[in-house]
């Protein structure tokens, strides 16, 4: 703001000329119909108050609930770093979105000299919190108490939306559970090169529910970690919480590279239903060889098909034998038949070998609400413990207060993961209204990034949102107030 545009010919059309303007132009509208939903799930209002914060009240210039708020919306509306709280701070969308005071009170603006405002009272925030009072959520976050209670945030967030949307606990929920890859840059505590990524990464695990598409829970892990590492705890922890306010029963759904005796074991100790891929090795070649000669002839206009040949395995690591199904695929053009194998607790009386398949095929439907967290929010986990020397181009002082990094990254983590569940409340009632499927990237593109004016008539502020758009937030807004809580 204040900034002056020097005016310039453009080549192609000497009519035009470029301005800068102190007018209440925007294009992150979106932060203001996301912050509606996160108010009617009543997520923040939930988490603030259970985080530790060792801050002096009578230094606060910007409440816990409103930093939450900034980090939520900035990581929803596509912002990765804290340095877009700077960037952002004259932005009157995002003044007005994450503010906790009402009416047009965080519109207003003080005068400044060399970007510090002249009114120092603190409970008057000048625009978005600085880069630095970011950086010092992500500490606050960052430590052990704080980052599981945001954990826990996040399945609290998708039980909400789905008692909400559908008006009750589920009768049956698939927990899908994977680890994904971040790709991280420089030397990031905990992360190591990953032969099978062939990147420097972290290794986190992740659970969403299967029939919503919710992110139900996500752990940071160092990057030299397997994949199963500590799966048994996270997926115990995780059917508890889901059971009691997500769905009446819950079981779990996995890739090849989780099951083992311990976790298989232990998930049969709890009596907890699981799914899962098997990796192929010498014994199961053995015995998925008799089944995997030439097929017999079929006509070319026949669809491909697919055996099903139940069995019995108890692999040499394993306690007992556990049910497993032999899946033989036929591919057309290719003259070999392809296989897999699958394990599960279900017996074939209570699940059919076929019905098993499409069950598992499912998972590509999870993997794709995962990729869309590390695609379209994109987590940039990017903390280093290393003392910051400069701030807006000014030398800071020297400090000692050490910095957890990894901390740091988990909290930025599971953050994203919350922006990535309010960004898919806007998603279903968009697909809700609209009767037709809707990306993330979509939602964001043709919906939350548009620009607006926002006009200030007497004590109300007016957002004028481009006309393209207004059918599709008149939609958005209709069935966000529908959204009742009913909180106990």
Known sequence: MGEELTQRPLEFNGSIRIEARRERVTSETGAIVLREAIDRLGIVRWLAPRLYDPRDPALITHPLAELLHTALLL???????????????????????????????PLEMRPRIEGQALDRNPLHPDGLASQPTMSRLLSLMGGAGNCAVARMAILECAAR??????????????????SLPIEVEGHQPGSAHNGHYHARIYHPIVATM??????LDVRLRPGFVGTADGALEFILGLVDDAERKLCEKAAVRFDAGFPSEDLLAGLEAR????????????????????YL????????????????????????????ARRIVLVVL?????????????????????????????????????EGHMGELMDVLAPALSSAPRAKSHYRGQPVEPHDSPCDAYGN?????????????????????????????WSLRR?????LRIPARILLHGRRAIVAVAAYAARTWSALLAQLAHLRLVES
């Open 75 to 105: 990581y929803a509306q596509g912002w990765r770093d804290e340095d877009d709280a700077d960037a952002l701070r004259d932005d009157p969308a995002m003044r007005l979105a994450v503010s906790t005071r009402r009416g047009v009170a």
């Open 293 to 320: 000669g030439a097929p017999p002839p079929r006509r070319p206009d026949d669809a491909p098909r697919t055996w099903f040949h139940e069995m019995s395995y108890e692999a040499a690591s394993w306690s007992h």
């Open 443 to 447: 939602v964001r593109e043709r919906v």
């Open 271 to 290: 009596e907890v239903d699981f799914l899962a891929r098997l990796r192929n090795n010498p014994v199961l070649d053995r015995m998925a060889a008799p």
């Open 330 to 366: 036929e591919r057309p053009e290719e003259l070999f038949l392809h296989h897999f194998w699958i394990v599960t607790s279900w017996t074939a009386d209570q699940i059919r070998a076929q019905d098993l398949l499409a069950h598992y095929r499912q998972r590509g439907t999870a």
């Open 161 to 178: 939306r789905i008692t909400m949307m559908n008006g009750a606990k589920l009768k049956y929920g698939i927990l899908d559970v994977d």
């Open 409 to 437: 990254n988990e909290a930025r983590l599971v953050l994203n993961a919350l922006a990535y569940n309010i960004l898919h409340v806007a998603r279903l009632l968009l697909e809700k209204a609209t009767q037709e499927g």
């Open 210 to 215: 299967a029939q919503t598409g919710d992110l």
